[in-house]
């Protein structure tokens, strides 16, 4: 790893508690800025300068660190040195995470080889191409079918090459915007971010429109806008004409695609100039989802679609329950209609209910032995449930806020490992924690600060 500027530019802009009676005093924390800006300490240590991303997590979870990051910046945008951070973090993921792309140029390779007419006016769906690397995922098929990525062998090994940060464009350039023009000045591709799976290309095109939020630097904005169109191309899907594949395989029709989907579009349309064409394509996904059934008769929503375009009644995970808030409010805020947000807060009231334990703590079916694509779901919950409450004020979401973010700071941190964080929110500390379940924690830290 090579976290050392990255620490070091935020660890100026905190007063740090000693370490002495470090747990009385820790524990003594209650503002939530600070709560937040002490846990992106421990995280950056994971952070690695020569890959771009998070150490101990996936490529996809990368990309939702990077969203936690933005909107932590966004929340406290007097504090230089977590700007100079954020930025120079930005930039440097641009220049350096599309070499650790897991399977790169396979989504264009299906659709060519798909598009080929054999000549007899037949129609061959072809599930291999030649650029597979071994990146797949799968639902688990032991109990809850939770989420699974496999990667690559050896995909985060260390390559055994020493990367000298200051050598790194984004930390020879002496301020924040120069490393940012020295990053966009790459030429940022869209296809560079691609991997035949549509949530993970979805991932990414949200955490860059994060840091167009933050920068206001127009590339990351277009680098969001080309991805989501490249994914466009997967729609429809065999299920009533729409929706789009959860990947370039064509074999399953899952919520958090289309939820996905949904909101990068809603984003953008708030965002990008061609606002008609992305709410277009928001309000024709919003309408293929809500006719899909992956909606239940509890108001929470499923995992996916059987072969036979029917609910799969599989576990209603916090994340699904999560990215259509957003995508509502946003979509409420570029095209307004009275059923948007009453809809999202039918869906968030009907999750929490569900979600939460005795004590209000948020919890998920894999707990506590979620594996790296489960132990992100929460956070993505807490962050979008943030945007509604921010867009329809409600005492339920304000509560479920605070209540996971005390409940992780008083019970889900561990002193002696710099206050990281785990996976099970109500604790105890589940041994080992991640950059994944930290900066799941850390979203709803984040989602603290506004409430």
Avoid at 176 to 192: L, R
Avoid at 276 to 289: I, K, N, P
Avoid at 300 to 309: E, K, S, V
Wanted: charged fraction near 20%; hydrophobic fraction near 40%; aromatic fraction near 10%.
């Amino acid at each position: 790893m090579y976290p050392s500027y990255l620490v070091h530019s935020l660890l100026l802009s905190i007063s740090f508690i000693p370490n002495t009676s470090a747990q009385s005093l820790y524990d003594s924390v209650t503002d939530p800025t600070k709560r937040a800006e002490f846990a992106l300490s421990r995280l950056q240590i994971w952070y690695n300068a020569g890959t771009g991303l998070w150490d101990t997590t996936g490529w996809w979870n990368s990309a939702n660190v990077m969203t936690m990051l933005a909107n932590l910046a966004k929340s406290d945008p007097k504090n230089a040195q977590l700007q100079n951070l954020a930025e120079r973090v930005f930039a440097n993921t641009l220049l350096q995470a599309p070499s650790k792309n897991p399977q790169p140029g396979v989504e264009n390779e299906a659709k060519r080889r798909r598009d080929v007419d054999p000549g007899n006016g037949t129609f061959t769906l072809f599930n291999e191409t030649g650029l597979e690397s071994g990146y797949t995922k799968n639902l688990n098929p032991g109990g809850v079918h939770e989420p699974v990525t496999v990667f690559p062998a050896d995909w985060d090994a260390e390559d055994g090459q020493y990367v000298d940060i200051q050598s790194l464009p984004s930390f020879v350039s002496a301020s924040k915007d120069a490393a940012t023009q020295a990053a966009i000045a790459s030429n940022p591709n869209p296809e560079d971010w691609l991997d035949g799976f549509y949530d993970d290309d979805l991932w990414w095109a949200l955490a860059w429109i994060g840091a167009y939020d933050v920068t206001k630097k127009i590339e990351y904005l277009q680098l969001a806008e080309g991805i989501f169109g490249q994914v466009t191309k997967a729609w429809p899907t065999k299920c009533g004409n729409g929706g789009i594949w959860w990947s370039w395989k064509k074999d399953y029709m899952n919520a958090i695609a289309n939820e996905l989907f949904l909101s990068t579009a809603a984003h953008l349309a708030n965002r990008a100039q061609n606002k008609g064409t992305y709410v277009g394509w928001a309000e024709l996904t919003l309408e293929w989802f809500l006719n899909s059934g992956m909606i239940n008769g509890q108001n929470t929503i499923n995992d996916g679609l059987t072969d036979g375009c029917k609910n799969n009644g599989y576990q209603t995970w916090s994340y699904n329950q999560g990215v259509i808030l957003g995508g509502l409010v946003e979509l409420n805020k570029a095209a307004p209609n009275d059923t948007y947000l009453p809809l999202a807060t039918k869906i968030a009231k009907a999750a929490i209910k569900e979600l939460s334990d005795d004590d209000g703590v948020i919890h998920d079916g894999c707990e506590p032995g979620c594996g790296g694509d489960g132990n992100q779901f929460k956070g993505i919950f807490m962050r979008n449930l943030q945007l509604l409450h921010e867009a329809a004020p409600d005492a339920a979401f304000a509560n479920s806020i605070t209540t996971n973010a005390n409940s992780i700071w008083l019970k889900n941190r561990n002193e002696d490992e710099g206050n990281t964080m785990s996976v099970v929110w109500s604790g105890p500390f589940i041994s080992p924690a991640n950059a994944s379940t930290h900066s799941s924690a850390m979203d709803a830290l984040v989602a603290a600060i506004s409430v």
